[in-house]
């Protein structure tokens, strides 16, 4: 008698959707596309830009784990000190355009006025979830609710 009462509720439960997944939101969707992107650095040097002004050259190896694409990228721009006290830290947006699904491709980002000492470190890092602040600043957010 159980079985007959369980049966019917399961099948009222499939097919009022109770088990379909959750639809995507759009900024979920670019979140979860831009933590396929994985991203290391072959050098970096200093350049002086027309103004005279420092700007960090780097050059940087990017692959794009995902199915999907993105043509931007904004990644955390840190700059630490031997000790390894954060001396900056600012939002840097990469071209990725060029970066195909389940592709790596070698691409120079330019980031004015930023200088790093030769005793410094520099490292890029991925901001897992933004916050919806900083998403206002991520190029790939903009125009997406």
């Known amino acids: 008698m159980r079985r007959l009462l369980f049966l019917p509720l399961v099948v009222l439960a499939i097919s009022s959707g109770c088990f379909e ?3 995507e939101r759009p900024r979920d969707r ?4 831009r933590l396929n992107y994985r991203i290391s650095a072959n050098w970096r040097e200093m350049e ?13 190896n990017v692959t794009d784990t995902g199915k999907e694409s993105l043509a931007r990228v904004t990644m955390v721009l840190h700059v630490r000190e031997l000790d390894g006290k ?3 830290r600012r ?6 355009s060029q970066v195909g699904p389940n592709t790596t491709r070698t ?3 330019r980031a004015p006025g930023v200088e790093v000492r030769d005793d410094e470190e520099v490292s890029l ?3 897992g979830q933004p ?3 900083e998403m206002k600043m991520f190029v790939e957010y903009r125009g997406v609710s």
Do not use: Y
């Open 107 to 109: 691409i120079t980002v």
């Open 21 to 23: 997944p959750r639809r």
């Open 86 to 88: 954060g001396r900056l």
């Open 91 to 96: 939002f840097l947006t990469i071209d990725t």
């Open 30 to 33: 670019i979140t979860r596309i």
């Open 48 to 60: 002086k830009g027309k103004d005279g002004a420092p700007v960090l050259a780097m050059e940087l």
């Open 125 to 127: 890092e991925m901001e």
């Open 131 to 133: 916050t919806p602040d």
